[in-house]
């Protein structure tokens, strides 16, 4: 129903959104380092660390992690890509769309990397390299027709937002293979063949570049549509989750709404044959504005879920109730934003909060990031390590892992989660303010240095995760959901009673994995259930009253564990990563992202 836009939407959206001027940052007193600053200003942050580091200089990644990686993305395409269909068919539309976008990233990692590990072909990069990545790519075209439009258009917001981050993703890659392997087409932004044959061998960019103008229309039609959930008449801004449900604004589309705005700013910014259009860059700056003023964050420093609107029928338009659940999804989408608007804007503030955020995080998993190793020592190998908000024993997990209950959204998290990290922490080039007419050199360079160092003293702790992770393969090479299963011997007595989590905490409700409640807070006409829904126009919200708050799949996830060995069935297997979903498309990408994130973030602070 919202597929026709009216072509105006953009404008009208502009008029509204400009109207109050374009601020170059959310904090005032910050120091760009592309405006003349004041006296202040001009000490630009020394330190991105809240806390004094060791020598974090022997966590580099050997070329061993990027076979590693590669292998995580080939299991994934062999197991779970369907080239008939053109897509990842167990995944659901949300999922696929995360697919998408790791895998396009790790095509932009295979394009920068692959001579390390092939040295010998640099001068013959159109032959064998040029054969592997683009095998890749040719999936992800396919999936630029296997993706199921129509439906996400009827989803919520944020499954809406997911779709423009791939394509972003994707065009990303195609420019960065283009001026990497092409550069006599450099110069050449158009993807057009020249008629006359010698100037089409001597000009032709790279073919995978005349995908560029389909994905920009992909990605600018479904960032309007996504932008539609911005509303100022509850809580004075922010995204609506869902609207066919009461409204919720969660910390996820939110998110989403701040990195794909910032993203199609600077696409369109960095491509010449298209103008920059400031009505993403103001979206993306009165999103972060509204967030970072929602009071969304927790004693931890950590995102929770969201805000009810609660005595809505009152008259009541404030977020007054807040949900404390807390995903790890929900602390790395920012991560994109934030380094997109210090990319843009040129202040180190929205770097600082990246940071922040980071370390907040991998306190959170019981790391000690001071002494590059686990808070909790790992002691009898059945007892958990001490829960510490999103993890345990340094390894980042959400509430669903250990107990193998995680829904098919909550598998998808943690890479989500590592491939927004993995963005983040990139190396700062300055390349878009370099032509700056007050671009101050100093000072970017004080605040480059700061940035890679604090990404190296993140290293130990992803190659921690990233160690475990490899350890939750099976035969095939699928990774597992619930990277900690090593800290257990993989021993399966965890249940959502033994896992040391706090399940009915106040005010927390766990709606990823058990759907929404039928209560006044979350509406009693409609629930939300995660995973595949089938039969209705709309797959994810099912108006109907419940007898049970069990859904099927709670069921199917206990049952290895429940199931006692003297009944009538044996455990299928003592591997905790089989349990509920067991190995999915979700948890393959997981893994990709992670080892792929190991090992670039790796290669950006040996840079
Ligand atoms: C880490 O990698 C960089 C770049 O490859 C190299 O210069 C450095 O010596 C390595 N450090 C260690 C401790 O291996
Ligand atoms: C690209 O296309 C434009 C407009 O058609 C043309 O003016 C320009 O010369 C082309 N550039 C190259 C390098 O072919
Ligand atoms: C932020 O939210 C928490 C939890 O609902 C609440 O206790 C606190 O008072 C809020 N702070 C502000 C400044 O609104
Ligand atoms: C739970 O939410 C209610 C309503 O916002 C609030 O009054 C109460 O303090 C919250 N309790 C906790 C433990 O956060
Ligand atoms: C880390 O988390 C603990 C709670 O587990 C908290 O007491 C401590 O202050 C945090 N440290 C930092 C540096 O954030």
Request: charged share 20%; glycine share 8%; proline share 4%.
């Amino acid at each position: 129903m919202r597929a026709t836009l009216p072509t105006t939407t953009l404008a009208i959206l502009a008029s509204s959104l400009l109207a109050a001027g374009a601020p170059v940052s959310y904090k005032p007193e910050a120091c760009s380092v592309i405006a003349s600053g004041s006296a202040e200003c001009r000490q630009a942050p020394a330190d991105f660390l809240r806390i004094p580091t060791g020598n974090h200089a022997f966590n580099n990644a050997s070329t061993e992690i990027l076979q590693d990686a590669f292998s995580a993305l080939a299991v994934l395409q062999n197991e779970y890509y369907q080239i008939g269909r053109s897509t990842w068919p167990s995944a659901i539309d949300w999922t696929a769309a995360v697919t998408q976008t790791v895998v396009s990233g790790m095509l932009s990692t295979l394009t920068r990397s692959l001579d390390l590990v092939d040295p010998g072909a640099t001068s013959s990069f159109q032959g064998a390299h040029e054969n592997l990545v683009s095998s890749v790519y040719d999936q992800i075209i396919g999936y630029y027709y296997g993706q199921d439009i129509v439906a996400i258009k009827d989803e919520a917001f944020d499954d809406i937002l997911w779709v423009v981050l791939g394509w972003i993703e994707a065009m990303n890659f195609a420019r960065l293979h283009d001026s990497l392997h092409f550069p006599k087409a450099e110069h050449n932004p158009n993807a057009t063949l020249p008629t006359d044959i010698h100037v089409a061998l001597a000009t032709l960019p790279w073919r995978g570049r005349f995908w560029i103008p389909s994905f920009q229309s992909r990605s600018q039609s479904f960032w309007l549509l996504g932008a539609e959930g911005w509303d100022t008449e509850l809580c004075h801004g922010g995204m609506v989750w869902n609207p066919r449900l009461e409204p919720y604004k969660n910390a996820i589309t939110n998110e989403l709404y701040i990195s794909a705005s910032i993203s199609m700013y600077r696409h369109f910014a960095d491509d010449s044959t298209v103008d920059g259009d400031p009505v993403y860059l103001q979206a993306a700056i009165e999103g972060y504005k509204w967030l970072v003023n929602s009071n969304m964050t927790n004693d931890a420093g950590l995102f929770v879920d969201g805000f009810h609107i609660g005595g809505l029928a009152d008259g009541n338009i404030e977020c007054n109730v807040r949900d404390e659940m807390v995903y790890t999804y929900n602390q790395g989408v920012l991560l994109t934003g934030q380094r997109g608007l210090w990319e843009v804007t040129g202040s180190p503030s929205y770097l600082a909060d990246g940071h922040d955020l980071i370390q907040a995080v991998i306190n959170a998993t019981g790391w000690d990031l001071e002494a590059n190793q686990p808070i909790d020592a790992v002691g009898v190998p059945s007892e958990l390590p001490r829960w510490r908000g999103l993890g345990r024993g340094g390894i980042l997990e959400d509430e669903c892992d250990a107990s193998g209950t995680c829904s098919q959204d909550s598998q998808t998290f943690k890479g989500i989660y590592f491939h927004h990290l993995n963005e983040f922490c990139r190396p700062l080039d300055g390349n878009s303010f370099k032509e700056h007419k007050s671009f101050n050199v100093n000072s970017f360079d004080s605040v480059k240095a700061a940035h890679r160092s604090a990404c190296q003293a993140y290293l130990g702790w992803i190659k921690h995760n990233a160690l475990a992770a490899l350890e939750t393969r099976d035969a095939r090479g699928r990774y597992g959901m619930w990277w900690g299963a090593g800290l257990v011997g993989n021993s399966i007595a965890v249940s959502p009673q033994g896992d040391g989590i706090d399940h009915d905490a106040a005010n927390t409700t766990d709606y990823r994995n058990h759907g929404t409640p039928q209560d006044d807070i979350w509406g009693r006409v409609s629930r939300w259930l995660p995973g595949p829904q089938k039969g209705g126009l709309d797959k994810q919200v099912v108006a109907r009253h419940l007898e049970s708050t069990d859904t099927d799949m709670d069921m199917n996830m206990m049952e290895s564990v429940t199931k006692s060995p003297a009944g009538r069935q044996m455990p299928r297997s003592t591997d905790p990563n089989d349990r509920g979903r067991g190995r999915t498309v979700e948890t393959q990408v997981g893994g990709l992202a992670l080892l792929r994130a190991y090992w670039d973030v790796s290669q950006s602070v040996s840079t």
